[in-house]
Nanobody, 124 residues
């Protein structure tokens, strides 16, 4: 049984930082591209960041470039999202996703497995 479990969300003031973690089990995570998406109330789920199998390639949405960093530790089957300089518009539920493919895709249907989400709230 494949599981992706996110943690690290919470309430933070604007300008603050959070680090999200996504722990994977039930799959050979080293063969999966990892990604983070987010969904704000009333909006569609959007791509935030992705990382290749080895961690050698990353892709970040323009809205988070320079503020967010994605990384992974395959020995721990975990993908991270370091979020700095947070803004109120970053408020959303953040989802971890995994895809058995070498390329980083930015659309939701490209990912097979999803976590349950973790809430990030940034106050102004």
């Amino acid at each position: 049984q494949v599981q992706l479990v996110e943690s690290g969300g919470g309430l933070v003031q604007a300008g603050g930082s959070l680090r999200l973690s996504c722990a994977a089990s039930g799959l050979n995570f080293t063969r999966y591209t990892g990604a983070w998406f987010r969904q704000a109330p009333g909006k569609e789920r959007e791509f935030v960041a992705g990382i290749s199998w080895s961690g050698g390639r990353t892709n970040l949405a323009d809205s988070v470039k320079g503020r967010f960093t994605i990384s992974r530790d395959n020995a721990k089957n975990t993908v991270y999202l370091q979020m700095n300089s947070l803004k109120p518009e970053d408020t959303a539920v953040y989802y971890c996703a995994a895809a058995f493919q070498p390329t980083i895709v930015t659309f939701t249907r490209g990912y097979t497995y999803w976590g349950q989400g973790t809430q990030v709230t940034v106050s102004s």
